[in-house]
């Protein structure tokens, strides 16, 4: 008997060469007993449409996408669902098997973002919310996180004109949810249930101008980047009380929906939660050493 055909996957950037989506997949795929081939892939900036055509052509079946082509992936796609048509970007392709049909779109990184505070055991229903950033990665979450009836959702951004258009245009989600916006250097000093930094901040290991009064008992905050070692941003919340979180759980989670998508079938995330966190850890001890 003929071994069975892997069945072929990716995750499309620019750059590439940092994405842990192919341990998270084959670890899925390991896990449910799919046969699975999952690479990564590097497109020119201005080549997007064309890199995905080839990986078509060569029988892929679906892909993740990274910056800075979610916003070209939803334009790509014929259908969508309705978190990517609010996001306007999508994070997950879903190519057609018979010819003519249109390329399907989905962004997980809400409802990625929501099951990881579920995970953690961080409530959001009747709670107050603060999103730092009025950017893409906001933009994803919303929906889901209004999806859930927060008591209050605020938007701070630097540019406040950002988040004030993202109230507008996301308040026929808000239900009973008092949705607002405001200046990154105006929030208003009281106590929030649970912050969400969005901003890249992070990344260049700064921190946003924020009060120590937005912290209280039971507050949790939550940075959508991660690494090896705590951000500056849970620093600053930790030392001040608050449960601090990274964004490692999202992208294990977004996966997961990803991968549900394709194959009808949910990954148990837990053990890849750890998994990826160690490899994490381990990679930055070789560096450390190098």
């Given at each position: 008997?003929a ?9 499309i950037g ?6 842990r ?6 670890a ?7 046969e ?20 078509i052509?060569?029988?892929g079946?679906?892909?993740?996408v990274t ?9 790509l ?6 978190r990517?048509?609010?996001?306007l970007?999508?994070?997950t392709?879903?190519?057609?098997t018979?010819p ?8 997980t990184?809400?409802v ?6 579920a ?9 107050r ?8 990665a906001?933009?994803g ?7 859930e009836a927060?008591?209050?959702?605020v938007v701070?951004?630097r ?11 996301f ?6 949810c ?10 208003e ?7 969400i ?35 500056v941003f ?17 992208l294990?989670e977004q ?11 949910r990954?148990d995330?837990?053990?890849?939660r ?7 850890r ?9």
């Open positions: 008997m071994p069975s055909t892997p069945l072929l996957y990716a995750v620019n750059p590439i060469e940092h994405s989506s192919p341990l998270i997949h084959r899925f795929a390991r896990q449910l007993g799919i699975l081939a999952y690479e990564k892939i590097w497109a020119p900036i201005d080549g997007f449409e064309e890199t995905v055509a080839a990986f052509e060569r029988g079946r679906g892909m993740n910056v800075p082509f979610k916003l070209e992936a939803f334009d796609a014929g259908g969508h669902s309705e990517a048509r609010r996001a970007a999508a994070n392709l879903v190519f057609p018979n003519g049909e249109p390329i399907y779109a989905d962004n990184d809400g990625g973002l929501v099951n990881d505070l995970f953690h055991g961080v409530k959001i229903a009747d709670r919310l603060l999103i730092l950033g009025a950017g893409g906001t933009r979450v919303l929906a889901p996180l209004l999806q927060p008591r209050e959702l701070a951004n540019n406040p004109d950002r988040a004030y258009g993202l109230v507008e245009e308040s026929d989600a808000a239900g009973d008092l949705l607002s916006g405001c200046p990154l250097a105006g929030i000093e009281s106590r929030f249930d649970l912050i930094n969005a901003t890249p901040a992070s990344l260049s290991a700064q921190l946003p101008p924020l009060p120590d009064a937005l912290i209280g008992a039971g507050t949790a905050a939550y940075d959508m980047a991660y690494g090896a070692e705590p951000t849970m620093d600053w919340a930790e030392e001040r009380g608050a449960h601090a979180l990274d964004g490692l759980g999202m294990v996966a997961a929906e990803s991968f549900a998508l394709w194959h009808g079938k990954p995330t837990a053990p890849v750890e998994q990826l966190r160690q490899e994490i381990e990679a930055a001890e070789r560096d450390a050493e190098d």
